[in-house]
C-alpha cells in the first residue's frame, strides 16, 4: 500500500460500548478536518466483506454523541478470521480507495486488526470499545465508565428490597474474564465483597464477612460477582452459600445487557471524544497497528500485540479498599 493516506475507513466491531458513536463522530470530525475523506463502514469487520461501506460526510454524524449503542452496528464476523474473508475484505477496501482503518472494539477486534494489518501492510489504529476495561496500556476503555454507572444505579435499587427483606445478594454484572466492573462496582457501591477472576475467593471466606456484617447490625449484604466461565459466576456462588449456610436468604441478580445501553457519561464521551481524535492524529504521525489510549490523561500509543495480551493487572489496593470497608 502506498503511504500517502488520502480515505480512512472506519468500523465498530464485537460487543458495543456506549460512547462508541462519540468516537465515531469524532474520528470522522477529525480526518474531514485534515482533508480526508471518510467512508463508514457497516457491522464491523462483517461490512467489509459483504461490502456495506459509504461514504460517511460531518452530517452522518449529528446528532449521535449522545447516542448509546453504535449508529454503525457491530458483528463479531467469523468470515474475516479465516485468510479468504481477509481477502475479499481487501478486495472491497481497495475497491472504494481505503487506505487506513480506524477500529472501535474490544480485544477481539483489535486481534482481528493485528492480523489484517500484518497480511496486507495496512494502516490500522485501534480504539478501545469496550464496557470490560480490560485492554492493557489504557487506564480506561470506551463505555466503562457508563457500563460502571448503570451497575451503581442498579445495586442502589436492589439495595432497598435486600434491606426491606434482610437478604443477601449475589448480583453478577459483565466483564469476560475481567473484573474491573464487579470490584469499582463494589467500591462504588459499597458492596460487602466482590469476587473477581483475578483473585481467588473461597465461599468460607465469604461466610465471616456476611456474618461479621450481619452480627455488626447489618440486616442485608450484597456481593457483586463478575461473570466467569471459570468460577461459574452468581448463580454457582450463590448456590454453594445456600447449601452450606441455609440461614442466609440468598437471590441472584444478573444485570446482563443492560449494562451496554444507555447514554454515555460525560467521562466516556470526551474520552472517545479524545481518542477518536488522536487515532487521526496518530495516523497522520504516521503511527502504525496502535491501539491509542489513556494514561496519566494523556493520550499514548500502544501496540496491538500489548494491548491484547490479556494481563492488565488490577490492583490489589482496591481489593483491600472492598474488604476494610465492609466492617
Ligand atoms: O466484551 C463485552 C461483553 O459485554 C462482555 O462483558 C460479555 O461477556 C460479552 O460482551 C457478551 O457478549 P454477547 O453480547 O455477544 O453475548
Known sequence: MSNKINCIGVL???????????AIRAVTRCAIYNGLKVMGIYRGYKGLVTDEIVEFKTQNV????????TILKTARCKEFMTPEGRAIAYENMKKHGIDALIIIGGDGSLTGARIFADEYDIPCIGLPGTIDNDLYGTDSTIGYDTALNTILECVDKIRDTATSHERLFFVEVMGRDAGFLALNGAI?????????PEFET??????ELIQNGFRKSKNSSIVL?????D????????????????????????????QRGGRPSAEDRILASRMGAASIE??????????????EDEMVYVPFAKAIKKDKPIKEELVNVVRVLSI
Open 188 to 196: 462504588a457501591a459499597g458492596a460487602e465483597a466482590a469476587i473477581i
Open 202 to 207: 473461597e465461599v468460607d471466606q465469604l461466610k
Open 62 to 69: 449529528s446528532n449521535i454523541i449522545q447516542q448509546g449503542g
Open 225 to 229: 460477582v463478575a461473570e466467569s466461565k
Open 231 to 258: 468460577t461459574g459466576g452468581a448463580m454457582h456462588y450463590a448456590e454453594r452459600v445456600k447449601k452450606e449456610y441455609p440461614d442466609f436468604d440468598v437471590r441472584v441478580s444478573i444485570l446482563g445487557h443492560l
Open 12 to 22: 465498530t466491531s464485537g460487543g458495543d460500548a456506549p460512547g462508541m458513536n462519540a
Open 282 to 295: 496518530a495516523l497522520l504521525d504516521g503511527q502504525r497497528n496502535v491501539m491509542i489510549g489513556i494514561h
